[in-house]
């Protein structure tokens, strides 16, 4: 099993790549709104300052800036590829799912580095 090494320093400023499992698919940019929209409303539950977004047809590249006090940017992922995934399913695409019932939107993890 790959250990994955986090560098969690509260209010930092880090460069994040997410990707969606298919590498084919332009989701991203079909269904931009919605992605704002995840981002406006996870960004209303846990603060964070999105430096620089570029959303490109199957991933994503972005630079946030958390507040003081806090490193957790592994539950803003988490809640944004959730909410994007759930308003996805509300416009009646049909997502797979895998063995376990999970949504084979996302790729599992995503690609931090710290500034």
Not at 76 to 105: M, N, P, S, V, Y
């Amino acid at each position: 099993m790959v250990l994955y090494r986090r560098n969690r320093i509260e209010g930092g400023t880090y460069f994040f790549t997410v990707t969606l499992r298919n590498r084919q698919s332009d989701i991203l940019v079909r269904h931009v709104e919605l992605l704002r929209e995840a981002f406006r409303s996870v960004k209303k539950q846990h603060s964070f300052t999105i430096d620089a977004i570029v959303i490109l047809p199957d991933h994503l590249h972005t630079i946030w800036t958390l507040p003081k006090g806090d490193a957790d940017y592994s539950a803003r992922w988490k809640a944004i590829k959730a909410q994007f995934t759930f308003q996805l399913k509300k416009t009646g695409l049909t997502l797979t799912r895998d063995k376990r019932g999970e949504h084979q939107l996302w790729q599992k993890r995503f690609h931090d580095y710290k500034d």
